[in-house]
């Protein structure tokens, strides 16, 4: 089992800037892919970025330029990061962070809201 825990989201205006952290506890070893997902009012899920245990990034097109994803691999603990620049009120959403373990399991955080004020 991996424990996942997001810090970092608020309100924040137009072209302004959040960086979001996820702390991973539990089988850390285990971790292959870190992901961020967000989910805006009235719509599906959707997938932002993305690093593997190697460090290969990938990013989602609605935010490829302005957000950057980044790891901190530890012996007990790994952090996600995510640092959002220009912020628009269309990035407002839930962002949830997840991981996907060596055996393919998936595990999800309770998510941060981020808001952009319009």
């Known amino acids: 089992q991996v424990q996942l825990v997001e810090s970092g989201g608020g309100v924040v205006l137009p072209g302004g800037s959040l960086r979001l952290s996820c702390a991973a506890s539990?089988?850390?070893?285990?971790?292959?892919?870190m992901d961020w997902y967000r989910q805006a009012p009235g719509k599906q899920r959707e997938f932002i970025a993305s690093?593997?245990?190697?460090?290969?990034?990938?990013?989602a097109d609605s935010v490829k330029g302005r957000f950057f994803i980044s790891r901190d691999n530890a012996k007990d603990t790994v952090h996600l990061n995510l640092r959002m620049n220009i912020l628009q009120p269309e990035d407002t959403a839930v962002y949830y962070c997840?991981?996907?373990?060596?055996?393919?399991?998936?595990?999800w955080g309770q998510g941060t809201q981020v808001t952009v004020f319009s």
């Open positions: 690093v593997t245990s190697q460090g290969s990034t990938k990013y």
């Open positions: 539990g089988r850390v070893s285990a971790i292959a892919d």
């Open positions: 997840s991981v996907t373990s060596s055996s393919s399991s998936r595990f």
